[in-house]
């Protein structure tokens, strides 16, 4: 019985996940599939503890906003991509910011659209259905006994939140000008993004398990993308059992790993809205941007930023 509990919260995001895409494919809009509620999911369900200082309503409003400003970019801003996602960032963090929140997975409910010109508010709608489930349903948890209760503390934003914030949209921003250009955009997928915010927050303990969360992000990308090309393209069955077996597999992982990293979720529901033709390459793109991001943080978010270059460029000169 003990068991049966402990794996029900796995289990109920496994669902969430399985019905999001089931109702896409149902009704033939692909704008239903949200990748960030798989991270949710992990985050606030799967995790025996919540991962993000933020309440359950800032939350909605939060994602809710952020991914309303996402489809605001893509309809207001009549600008490259490379153009775009700076703004994007900025609205995002901004948004984050001022809820008082660290729920650092709104920048990818802000960053999606854009990437891919979404324009329809079937997205913003399905952005708040799904995550009104998952909140609810931890609520539920939470009264039955079976989640511990989140202690939120507002975030009160100072001279050194906003350095760190102005910084993670530089550093984001520069990182994604050359895949944005040339629209290689799996480089600079969301859910990267988010794992590199989490990771250049002060003293992240992600650190310290960098190694660990760049093998979930290309796990699940592979699982996501080789789950879609045996199930769809080659069996010719339904997508929302390929997206079942990738988010099990990816729940299965971090339950494993003892390290609830919410990006790999949404990397593992990513290939279910990319074109058929780029899952090959879609593992291969998403880990080194990965890998890219997570060497951005070592550089530039240390306790000495940039000692690495200044040490490469010391040794050059002799």
Not at 26 to 44: R, V, Y
Not at 166 to 192: M, N, T, Y
Not at 275 to 293: D, N, Q, S
Request: charged residues 15%; glycine residues 6%.
């Amino acid at each position: 019985m003990q068991k049966i509990k402990s794996a029900l919260p796995s289990l109920i995001s496994l669902a969430l996940a399985a019905g999001m895409v089931a109702a896409a494919e149902l009704l033939h809009e692909k704008e239903i599939i949200f990748p960030e509620i798989t991270a949710i999911a992990i985050g606030a369900l799967a995790a025996p503890r919540q991962v993000w200082n933020t309440s359950r309503l800032r939350l909605l409003l939060t994602i809710t906003a952020c991914a309303a400003a996402g489809v605001g970019v893509v309809w207001l801003v009549p600008l490259p991509l490379a153009a775009q996602i700076p703004i994007g960032l900025i609205l995002a963090f901004a948004l984050i910011t001022a809820s008082g929140t660290e729920f650092l997975p709104a920048v990818s409910a802000c960053v999606l659209p854009v990437l891919l010109g979404t324009r329809s508010p079937v997205y913003i709608l399905s952005v708040i259905v799904m995550t009104s489930l998952i909140l609810g349903v931890q609520l539920l948890l939470e009264k039955a006994g079976m989640r511990e209760k989140y202690d939120f503390r507002p975030v009160v934003p100072d001279r050194e939140l906003l350095i760190l914030r102005g910084k993670q949209i530089v550093c984001a921003s520069l990182i994604c000008l050359i895949p944005a250009l040339f629209h290689e955009i799996f480089f600079i997928a969301p859910p990267l993004i988010v794992g590199f915010a989490e990771m250049s927050k002060p003293a992240s303990k992600l650190r310290e398990k960098a190694p660990v969360t760049v093998g979930l992000i290309a796990l699940a990308a592979a699982v996501g993308c080789a789950s879609r090309y045996v199930i769809c393209v080659i069996l010719g069955l339904s997508l929302t059992l390929a997206a079942a077996l990738s988010c099990g597999a990816i729940l299965i992982a971090v339950n494993a790993a003892k390290l609830y990293f919410p990006p790999c979720g949404a990397a593992a529901t990513l290939p279910f809205i990319i074109p058929e033709a780029a899952l090959l390459k879609f593992p291969f793109e998403l880990t080194a941007g990965y890998v890219v991001l997570t060497a951005a943080v070592f550089l530039f978010f240390g306790e000495r930023p940039l000692a690495p270059v200044r040490k490469i460029a010391a040794i050059i000169r002799r």
